[in-house]
């Protein structure tokens, strides 16, 4: 009786040696299977559009409904985002002939290299 409970260990033992001797080959398996699907759905995600064919950095500067975040640029020329609500908010002044301008959501500022204003 103790070599049945033997044996049924060693049955087990040898399924999970096999298994891991066999790790590259599913992690393989595994990442092509994953990567069909994704080229299969082609519904990648998209980053936001700041700068798309046939518009002008012009087009920022215009103050769109809901689009409240200001774009300023110091006199260090460090680009600068001021949030609604912050302490120098209401006091910044957007200068298209400088290149600031206006954004839209926190992400869009960020991705084009203006960080987020510390007061």
């Known amino acids: 009786m ?4 033997h044996l049924k260990a060693r049955r087990r ?3 999970w040696r096999s298994l891991l001797a066999a790790r590259f080959p599913i ?7 994953t990567s069909a699907a994704y080229i299969s759905i082609g519904d990648e995600p998209r980053l ?3 700068h798309s064919a046939g ?3 012009s087009q ?7 689009c409240d975040i200001k774009g300023n640029i110091n006199e260090w020329g460090e680009r600068i985002y001021h949030m609604p609500g912050q302490a120098y908010y ?5 200068n298209p002939a400088r ?7 926190q992400w869009e500022a960020w991705w084009t290299g203006w960080r987020k204003a510390k007061v």
């Open 48 to 50: 936001p559009t700041v």
């Open 13 to 15: 033992g040898s399924i």
């Open 60 to 66: 920022a500067a215009v103050h769109k409904p809901g």
């Open 99 to 105: 290149g600031e301008r206006w954004f839209c959501s």
């Open 27 to 33: 992690a393989l398996a595994m990442l092509a299977v």
């Open 55 to 57: 518009s002008s950095s």
């Open 90 to 94: 209401s006091a910044t002044r957007i």
């Open 2 to 5: 103790g070599k049945v409970v």
